[in-house]
């Protein structure tokens, strides 16, 4: 059996400086193109806060700037939807904060904003980690949305909603029980 030593593959040799078809023949290092990279545009900045704008927000301002100049959601539409009233009545209040987001078009940071509870609460709140159980958390929550009180009972009345006068029970022919 004879070897014979390998022999490169022609695909690998270098053409020639007559053969290169890139350049008409010349190889110097000039004759290669070159590219320009594109000049970066000036950035854009929030008239608002001064915070760089993404190259996607056609808007003059950050959507937190925005939102800071839009008017509060209203809420009223979302009180009579019945699996709102139905968490409430559980007193299931990470699913009830989940649906009024949903249906008042909210962020938890919004929500957050209205209710005086952190971000992050709400969040553990929505997923199940953390309960409500505080009843100052909790009518703070419901006052910071403006739940009407017809849906929260009497139990989480605050001063700002007061109870109404109740009549004092009366025993048989109108005179108080003893």
């Given at each position: ?24 023949g ?26 760089h ?75 199940g ?50």
């Amino acid at each position: 059996m004879v070897l014979y030593p390998p022999q490169p593959h022609p695909s690998s040799q270098r053409l020639a400086a007559k053969e290169c078809p890139l350049n008409g023949g010349d190889v110097s290092v000039s004759a290669v193109p070159t590219f320009e990279a594109p000049r970066p545009r000036q950035a854009r900045r929030c008239k608002g806060c001064g915070c760089h704008l993404s190259r996607y927000n056609d808007e003059t301002s950050c959507a937190a700037c925005i939102r800071r100049t839009q008017e509060p959601p209203t809420l009223a539409h979302v009180w009579s939807d019945a699996k709102v009233q139905q968490a409430l009545a559980m007193r299931d209040f990470g699913t009830f904060c989940v649906l009024v987001r949903r249906l008042g078009g909210l962020r938890q940071e919004d929500l957050a904003t209205l209710t005086g509870l952190g971000q992050s609460f709400l969040s553990m709140l929505e997923s199940g980690v953390r309960r409500l159980t505080n009843i100052d958390k909790i009518i703070m929550m419901l006052d910071g949305l403006d739940v009407p009180i017809e849906l929260t009972g009497p139990m989480l009345r605050t001063s700002a909603h007061p109870t109404p006068p109740q009549c004092e029970p009366s025993g048989p022919l109108g005179h108080p029980p003893l």
